[in-house]
């Protein structure tokens, strides 16, 4: 059963991993505790470039895609 989201949630997922990704790289600075600014790094760089592979990967096919913008109800 796939999960469905809010078109508003939907959109602006990639730019919140981004964003966790930027906090996370922060964190990284400020932290200084066993082995958490690796940690914090690591999961900041995958955050950002999880953010921007998805927000690529959704402008290529809307692009590339003649279908959107055209209502399902026609």
Same mark, same amino acid.
């Given at each position: 059963?796939?999960? /469905?989201?809010?078109?508003? *949630?939907?959109?602006?997922?990639?730019? %919140?991993?981004?964003? =966790? @990704?930027?906090?996370? &790289?922060?964190?990284?600075?400020?932290?200084?505790? /066993?082995?958490?600014?690796? *940690?914090?790094?690591?999961?900041?760089? %995958?955050?950002?470039? =999880? @953010?921007?592979?998805? &927000?690529?990967?959704?402008?290529?096919?809307?692009?590339?895609?003649?279908?959107?913008?055209?209502?399902?109800?026609?």
């Amino acid at each position: 059963m796939p999960m /469905w989201v809010s078109r508003p *949630i939907y959109e602006s997922l990639p730019y %919140l991993y981004m964003l =966790a @990704g930027a906090a996370s &790289l922060a964190a990284s600075m400020y932290i200084n505790h /066993w082995y958490w600014p690796t *940690i914090c790094f690591v999961t900041g760089v %995958l955050c950002l470039v =999880a @953010g921007l592979v998805v &927000l690529l990967k959704r402008r290529d096919y809307r692009v590339t895609d003649g279908r959107v913008g055209q209502r399902e109800d026609r």
